[in-house]
Structures are given as structure tokens and as C-alpha cells.
């Protein structure tokens, strides 16, 4: 088979890294300090990866947070930017409401607990789909210009900032707290949103801003003096918003759905964006046209698609892989900061006097966004893939954030609608580093890669990826490939497994990687590193000087090294799938390793699962776990690398009865009972059906909502029911019309609908146990 041959030339790179933004800087009370160069930021003397995860604290029930935090910790997330939405804390002129989901308070407290740092993006304008755009309605009745140095607006933007710094007064990184970062304004000079308090959405338009940067100075100032004091303040910086670096540091994004573009009704199919396609951040490209030397700051995200909220006249399913592709191709391109929007999504809180603080094209409650975390904690698939990356990042970020771009020749100038053409770039530093693939493109069908190959040319030698013939990768997929790697002095020339993280243990150090999906492993090691070396299942050959191993891609494999120095390093080489289920965690000052299918929690009273199934196996590899964690659990299979336990509680079947109205609405008697239980954490409320919006009632209030887009309308009942009795929910779906319009031919003051058939159809309804075990 003919081999597809690439190349490029990383010779004669310099990599030019020097302190910048001194005005964003700041110490906490021991005297670390917080700092930026012109690629990434610095934290005590260290290269500090960021990994942004929004998650919007007033959109979630108050009594779930902690675990929620306690997710995306193990997910990754090292920074939580979350919105302080103004009209869900002042919805009534003047009373101001931090208790119960909106206490600010307590969820940074929440933050600092778990060493979580915090962005409060504290507008006063959000956007985030909320109404008006997180304005309140009485807003709308002053006499001023919104968004605008005007000195009446001002009045109450200083009233809503002080507010604010009460709730947090001394939780700022100054005060040993954890908010290292301020967002003013969003979007500020680029986009408005609907005032729905008007006749109809898009008929009156709350203003993009003006004043410029005088008003983003202005706000910055009424923020400090309300305490909020903090290293860094960011602005929006995308679609020549204003966010100016002797005020901001500039953040930036990308999505690759779109639903907005369907305001414009001419628009009948979302295009292809170029979002998937490899840049390099130190020159204007795509989505990326700053007022300001992109080589003097470095490009920093907070808002790549973590998922993305189905509008009415947007009807999508996310790919999940999507979401760490395109942080696969923001990394190539030079982003050691990267934010997801949002990475946990939530509920919309109901109003006062305003039933629904929604945003008019969005679900009156649901605010899923299809996020790497759902409304009700599910996690999904971009959960699992994006945790392989975070442990990389940031176990690795000494070194990797030092490294710069390289594009090969012609890589920005790839179309989205070219899925022929091999999409890759590097990331390096002295001549090691890491090939970035993808092959995964929105809204376009990609196929599986066959028997391509990269060379690299270096200052001093050229290496081939792999070693002979070609690899092949999967479509849809992406990775990450090292070259040149320094393992404890034993040097790893080429690979076609993805690293994940190390942990030292015992006096060894031990790497894990695992097989891109459709890529046959392949190490390529220097042999004058090597003194010895032992695979548990594979191939090992030698020759011109290297070692090459080809580990048996159907299993986990072990490669053990000793190094020149008698050092021991042991690599484990996962199949896709384990990855998947692979977790590395801190308890009792010990670094551990585990695997298991489920969610994991862990905190200082020891590890939690969370699983739709009653019985989960958790698997433990070569003593690398506290004996202590799993000593009293029962053993399913032993044999020379793993040890797997199994835990199991009673199956618990919900009991609930349907009592069908029409084809579409159905009323469901559930027994809540269930929900008392230790082993219960909640219960899932599973619809399958066809038609337009489905919606959920209890007590004759809408608890959730959703419009329709072929997956599973799911919804967690502990928050939203009296548990402990029988209770009824009602569903209502309404159904898509064929052929509608609205007649209003009468001559009297009338109109009707008329259509031609409807598709209205409920087609399962399940009630799914969340079970939670304990060690």
C-alpha cells in the first residue's frame, strides 16, 4: 500500500520567551507570586497551565456543588470561571439575593476547599443566553445608555460591584483566597442581545457598548474599589471586542456550532467552519485579529465549545469528540490557557416577577450546553477524553509550555471542506517536542487516515514517524505523539502512543500513554540510554541504534527500562478504551492510580462512585494505589499487572406508573422513596420521543424543558421533587407541524392555526437510579 509521506523542517528554531503584561501580577499572603511571560503564565517561579471550566454556580442546586466542584477537579479543571448574573441577584429594583443557589459566597469558599482558582466574570453586562442578557428588566426603564461611561449607568453598575465585593471580601489570591482573575464586560463593543422586555426578540437590541477602552478602565476602577482586587483582569477579545493588554489580558475562543446564525433566515445549512484547522497564535489567523503584538501576549482562551445549547431553530447533536479536538488544534497553535464554555451545564433559575430569565431562542430552564458535565452532573464522553489531555498538560507543563509552534507548509491554508489533506503541527523546544493530529472536522463527514507518515527535520538529525511504513488514525479522532522525549535519561525518539501523565512511586518513575483509536503502538528508543528492558506482550527489535517496540495494542501493556544509572522506569501502554477510564488523584499527600468506568470523587473522607449500574468493576495496576484504599474489597481477578475489585449494592428498580392523556402527554406517578436510600444519589427521568419541545411540570410549575434534537431528554429528580412520597410529573410534548400557517383571513378579530399533520410521539419513558459507593 502506498504510504503517504509528509515533512517538516524544525530547524533553526528559536524560541523567544520573556516576561510580559507587568501590569497583571500579583503575590498572596506567603509571598508567591503570579505572573505572565509572553507565553503563559508563571506561578511561583513555575510554568502554570491553565484548564478553564465554566460553570455558573446561580444555574445549579447550592447543595450539589461541592461534588460537582469535586468532578471537574478530577476532570482537570484547575480554574472555574463562572458568571455573577446580574438579574438573578438584583431581579427587583434594589434587593439584592446571595442566599441559597445565588450565595456567591459559599461556592468560592466551596472553590477554595478543593484548591480550585476562580475567574468572576462580573459584567455588568454577561450575555451567557441569560435575559437581556443578565440585565434586569427595571434596567430597561432608567433614563441611560447601557454599556457606556453615561454617569447614571455607572451609578448602579457601582452598586451591583459593590454587592459583589462584600460577598467575596477577602477571598481575592492576595488574601491566600482562590479568585486570581476578574472578567469586565463581555463581549464589549462586538455583541448585544435581545431586550426581551420588548415586544419581540431582535426588535430592540441592548447596545454592543461604547466609550471604548475608557469604559472598560472605568469599570476596571469601580472594581477595585469594591475590593475586587485580583492578578488578573481579562476581556473578551474575539470579533474586535474592546480588551486592550494596558487594561486586560485578552481571552479568546472558538466554536464550531453555531446557532445564532440562524437568526438570519436566508441561512438554510451551517457551513464548516475553521475551527479544526492547525494556526499559529503569534500572527493573526482565523478568529483571532488582535489590536496588539501577538508575540508580546500570550493567546489565552475562555471560550472554546465545551459544548454548545440547542437553539429553537438550531436543532443539533454535539459531537463530543469535537470537544478535545479543538483542543487539540488550540494547543498546536500556541494556547497554554485554555476555557471551555461551559464545561458544567445547569438550570435557569426562575424569576420573581419574571417567570423566566432565559434567553428568548434558548429552553425556558434546561441550560445542558451538551457540556463535558451535564444539567444533573452526567458525565459525558468529552469528560473522558478531555481528562487524558488535562493530565498531560499539567503534569508535563515545565516544559511543554516553553514550546513553540510550527506549522508544516500550507497548514492554514487547508479548507474545512478538505478531509483528504493530513492535519498536523508541532509544538517544540530544542529539538523535542510533540506532533499534534486531527482528523476530525464539524459538520463535515471525515474518513479514517491510512498509512501516513510525518518526518521530522531537526537541527541535528531527521526522525520518521513511524519508524517504517505508515500509521493509521481513526476519523473523528486526534492525538498527540512525542518525539525526543526524556524519560529519567532514557530518551524516547519516536512514539505512536499519546502520553498521559507520571507518577512517582516506590523509588521508579512511572509513564502512561495509550493508543490513539486506529494507531498501532510503536516506541522508538535511543539504545545508549538504555541499559535494559523488558515488555510484558509484543515485539521488541534493534537496530541503527534504537530500540523499537511494538506493544500488543489489544491489552494494557508494561515496558520496563533501566536507565544507564540503574534507574527503573516502567511505561504503561493502555488500549484506547482503558484510557477512557484511567484516573490519577492525590489522597493522604499520596499520588494514586485507578481504573474505573465511572465517575470518581475524591476528597478527605476517602473515594465515591458514581454509576447508572449497581455493581462496578474498579481496577488497581501494579500496587500503584494506597494499600489501604482497596485492602478490604473483594478480589474478581488477579494476575501480574492489574488487581480488579468489584462493588455492589442492591438494584434498585424505580416504581412509577403512566397514565396517558394523549399521544403526546403523559402524567407519571413516581414513588420517591428510592431517593432516601444512602445508596441513591438521584434519579434520572429518561424520555425518548418525537416532536418539537418537551416539558416538564411538578406542582403545576415547568421544572425543566427541551427541545428536541434525537438524543435522551434526561432530568435529575431529587432537586426538583418533594422526595420520600408518591408524586405525579407531568410531560408534555409538543408536536412539529407539517405544512403550518396562521390564517387571519376572518372577518371578525380572529386568527387560527391550520397545518398538515403533526409528529408528536412519546416513545419510552425510564427512570434511571444514580448509585453512589463509598470507600
Known amino acids: 500500500m502506498k504510504t503517504f509521506e509528509h515533512s517538516i523542517d524544525l530547524r533553526n528554531q528559536v524560541n523567544d520567551i520573556h516576561p510580559a503584561l507587568p501590569q497583571l501580577h500579583g503575590k498572596d499572603p506567603q509571598g508567591n507570586e503570579f505572573s505572565f511571560t509572553n507565553h503563559y503564565m508563571v506561578r511561583d517561579n513555575h510554568p502554570f497551565f491553565g484548564i478553564c471550566g465554566e460553570f455558573h454556580f446561580s444555574r445549579y442546586n447550592c447543595d450539589e456543588w461541592e461534588d460537582e ?18 438579574n438573578h441577584h438584583e431581579e427587583i429594583k434594589g434587593h439584592f439575593d446571595w442566599t441559597g443557589n ?46 457606556s461611561n453615561d ?33 469586565l464586560e463581555n463581549e464589549f463593543q462586538h455583541a448585544g442581545a435581545a431586550w426581551e422586555i420588548t415586544t419581540g426578540t431582535s426588535n430592540e437590541w441592548i447596545p454592543s457598548g461604547s466609550d471604548g477602552n475608557e469604559h472598560i478602565k472605568t469599570l476596571k476602577k469601580l472594581a477595585k474599589e469594591a475590593g475586587m482586587i485580583a492578578p488578573i483582569y481579562t476581556g473578551t477579545g474575539w470579533g474586535g471586542a474592546v480588551a486592550e493588554t494596558d487594561t486586560v489580558l485578552p481571552l479568546w475562543g472558538g466554536y464550531a456550532f453555531w446557532p445564532w446564525i440562524f437568526y438570519d433566515k436566508t441561512v438554510k445549512e451551517h457551513p464548516a467552519t475553521p475551527e479544526y484547522i492547525y494556526r499559529d497564535y503569534r500572527y493573526p489567523t482565523y478568529n483571532f485579529d488582535p489590536k496588539y503584538d501577538p508575540k508580546e501576549v500570550p493567546y489565552a482562551a475562555c471560550e472554546m465549545g465545551g459544548g454548545m445549547t440547542v437553539f429553537y431553530s438550531y436543532r443539533f447533536k454535539l459531537p463530543y469528540q469535537s470537544v478535545d479536538a479543538m483542543t487539540n488544534v488550540k494547543v498546536a497553535s500556541g494556547c497554554n490557557f485554555v476555557g471551555y464554555y461551559v464545561f458544567h451545564g445547569g438550570s435557569n433559575p426562575r424569576g420573581i416577577k419574571t417567570p423566566y430569565l432565559n434567553e428568548a431562542a434558548t429552553p425556558k430552564i434546561s441550560y445542558d450546553y451538551q457540556a463535558a458535565l451535564g444539567e444533573f452532573g452526567q458525565a459525558r464522553p468529552s469528560y473522558y477524553r478531555l481528562k487524558r489531555q488535562h493530565y498531560f498538560f499539567t503534569t508535563f507543563q515545565d516544559d511543554f509550555c516553553k514550546m513553540e509552534t510550527v506549522l508544516p507548509e500550507g497548514a492554514e491554508d487547508i479548507k474545512p471542506e478538505d478531509t483528504k489533506q493530513l492535519r498536523y503541527s508541532v509544538r517544540q ?3 523535542s517536542g510533540y506532533v499534534f493530529i486531527n482528523n476530525y472536522q464539524d459538520h463535515i463527514e471525515t474518513t479514517d487516515k491510512k498509512n501516513e507518515s510525518i518526518t521530522l527535520n531537526l537541527d541535528n538529525e531527521e526522525l520518521r514517524i513511524p519508524n517504517k511504513g505508515g500509521f493509521d488514525i481513526d476519523k473523528e479522532e486526534s ?38 483509536k486506529g494507531m498501532k503502538p510503536e516506541l522508538v528508543f535511543n539504545k545508549e540510554t538504555v541499559k535494559d528492558i523488558k515488555l510484558t506482550a509484543g515485539k521488541i527489535d534493534q537496530e541503527n541504534g534504537t530500540i523499537i517496540v511494538h506493544p500488543d495494542s489489544s491489552q494494557m501493556t508494561k515496558l520496563t527500562l533501566i536507565n544507564q544509572n540503574d534507574k527503573v522506569i516502567n511505561l504503561y501502554v493502555l488500549t484506547n478504551e482503558q484510557s477512557l477510564s484511567f484516573w490519577k488523584f492525590n489522597f493522604n499527600d499520596e499520588e494514586n492510580i485507578l481504573f474505573a468506568s465511572s465517575e470518581l470523587l475524591v476528597d478527605e473522607n476517602g473515594l465515591r462512585f458514581e454509576s447508572e449500574d449497581n455493581e462496578i468493576d474498579i ?3 501494579d500496587g500503584l494505589i494506597s494499600d489501604t484504599l482497596l485492602n478490604k474489597l473483594p478480589v474478581i481477578s488477579d494476575d501480574d499487572l492489574t488487581t480488579t475489585y468489584k462493588l455492589s449494592t442492591a438494584k434498585v ?17 413516581i414513588d420517591t422513596n428510592d431517593l432516601i436510600k444512602d445508596s441513591i444519589k438521584d434519579l434520572r427521568l429518561k424520555v425518548d420521543y418525537q416532536g418539537d419541545i418537551g416539558y416538564a411540570f411538578y406542582n403545576d410549575e415547568l421544572i425543566n424543558d427541551n427541545y428536541a434534537n434525537g438524543r435522551t431528554w434526561e432530568i435529575g429528580l431529587k432537586r426538583n421533587l418533594n422526595i420520600g412520597h408518591d408524586e405525579q410529573v407531568y410531560i408534555s410534548i409538543t408536536p412539529i407541524k407539517k405544512g403550518q400557517e ?7 378579530a380572529a386568527r387560527s392555526e391550520v397545518d398538515s399533520g403533526e409528529i408528536m410521539e412519546l416513545e419510552n419513558i425510564a427512570l434511571t437510579p444514580v448509585y453512589e459507593f463509598k470507600i
Open 69 to 86: 466542584l469535586i468532578k471537574m477537579k478530577m476532570g482537570g479543571i484547575n480554574i472555574i470561571p463562572t458568571y455573577v448574573i446580574w
Open 102 to 147: 445565588k450565595d456567591l459566597r459559599r461556592f468560592i469558599l466551596l472553590c477554595k476547599k478543593h484548591n480550585i482558582d476562580v475567574i468572576l466574570r462580573i459584567g455588568p453586562w454577561d450575555h451567557g443566553e441569560a435575559r437581556n442578557g443578565g440585565y434586569p428588566d427595571w434596567l430597561y426603564a432608567e433614563p441611560l445608555v447601557p454599556r
Open 151 to 183: 454617569k447614571r449607568y455607572l451609578m448602579f453598575v457601582k452598586k451591583l460591584y459593590d454587592e459583589i465585593g462584600k460577598q467575596v471580601h477577602g477571598l481575592f489570591y492576595k488574601d491566600g483566597g482562590p479568585i486570581i482573575g476578574i472578567q
Open 429 to 431: 523546544k530544542d529539538g
Open 479 to 516: 492525538c498527540i505523539l512525542p518525539f525526543n522525549l526524556n524519560l529519567n535519561d532514557i530518551l524516547l525518539k519516536t512514539a505512536t502512543v499519546q502520553l498521559i501523565t507520571k507518577l512517582e512511586k516506590n523509588n521508579q518513575t512511572n509513564y502512561f500513554f495509550y493508543q490513539p
Open 619 to 621: 481496577t488497581a495496576i
Open 653 to 669: 428498580s424505580p416504581k412509577f406508573s403512566e397514565e396517558h392523556v394523549t399521544d403526546g402527554k403523559v402524567i407519571l406517578n
Open 742 to 748: 396562521i390564517k387571519s383571513d376572518s372577518p371578525m
